[in-house]
């Protein structure tokens, strides 16, 4: 079976298998998350079989993102969420676990538990110039 064939999410965009859709155009789906986080975790996949981010033109990301802020206004109205994470995985070690490129609109509240603070670093010394000119020179 191909990628795309056995891709679940593929597989909601043929209908093939269901899901409760929430909006719709010829290139993007939004539709619930079936283990939500909360009420109203919405996931917005493009209808094309995508595997990361980064594979994507920026003007199909561009028409992909651009239903978030209707999306996020949508699920905040209707679930009187008081904010929501935009959450978007790429490759397994970031925890992407359909391999199809999504955004997660996650509805937020007080005290929700859901956390969502990382434990972050620091650089030392002249490792952050290091890091800042490979990034540079990977760009070209
Ligand atoms: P990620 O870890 O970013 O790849 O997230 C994948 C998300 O897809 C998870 O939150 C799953 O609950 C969700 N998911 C997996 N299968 C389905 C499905 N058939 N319908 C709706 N959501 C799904
Ligand atoms: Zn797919």
Redesign the pocket.
């Known amino acids: 079976m191909s990628d795309v064939e056995q891709c679940?999410?593929c597989?909601?965009v043929a209908e093939d298998?269901?899901?409760?859709r929430v909006f719709e155009t010829d290139e993007v789906l939004a539709?619930?998350?079936?283990?939500?986080?909360a009420d109203g975790?919405t996931?917005i996949v493009p209808k094309a079989h995508v595997v990361r981010l980064e594979e994507m033109s920026g003007e199909m990301l561009s028409r992909l993102t651009s239903v978030i802020p209707d999306i996020a206004r949508a699920v905040i109205a209707a679930t009187s969420a008081t904010g929501y994470n935009v959450?978007?995985?790429n490759g397994r070690d970031a925890?992407?676990?359909?391999?199809h490129v999504?955004f997660?609109i996650i509805p937020r509240r007080p005290a929700d538990g859901l956390g969502y603070r990382w434990q972050a670093g620091k650089y030392t010394g002249a490792r952050a110039t290091e890091v800042q000119n490979l990034i540079r020179n990977a760009l070209g």
């Open positions: 679940v999410f597989r909601i298998i269901p899901a409760l539709f619930l998350d079936v283990n939500p986080l975790h996931l959450l978007q995985n925890g992407q676990e359909v391999q999504h997660h």
